[in-house]
Nanobody
Framework: QVHLVESGGGSVQAGGSLRLSCAAS????????MAWFRQAPGKEREGVAA???????TYTDSVKGRFTISKDNAKDSLYLQMNRLKLEDTAIYYC????????????????????WGQGTQVTVSS
């Protein structure tokens, strides 16, 4: 069983930065894909960024150039550096992991991940 715990959320003014972390435990070495999702109030959950075991990344268009996903295999950790935050980035952010298979983009934008964290709130204010 894979266990994921997010941290690093909080409140920040528009234009600011936050770095989210996801600590993973369990069968993490079997996870080929890891990702960040978010869900804003009244909206469906959306894929934000994903990374595979080779380091290939993919992002949703709205965060390209502002967010960077990275992982530290030695620490079994996933990160999301968020810069130039906007009001519309306000959401609960979730870490996710999957054993992989298929396209990383299809997995991200389809939400097809097997393991999920509990989420961390990010609030961007003006």
């Amino acid at each position: 069983q894979v266990h994921l715990v997010e941290s690093g959320g909080g409140s920040v003014q528009a234009g600011g930065s936050l770095r989210l972390s996801c600590a993973a435990s369990g069968l993490i070495s079997s996870m080929q894909y890891m990702a960040w999702f978010r869900q804003a109030p009244g909206k469906e959950r959306e894929g934000v960024a994903a990374v595979d075991s080779d380091g290939t990344t993919t992002y949703t268009d709205s965060v390209k150039g502002r967010f960077t996903i990275s992982k530290d295999n030695a620490k079994d950790s996933l990160y999301l550096q968020m810069n130039r935050l906007k009001l519309e980035d306000t959401a609960i952010y979730y870490c996710a992991a999957d054993m992989g298979g298929g396209s990383l983009s299809e997995r991200l934008f389809g939400g097809y991940f097997a393991y999920w964290g509990q989420g961390t709130q990010v609030t961007v204010s003006s």
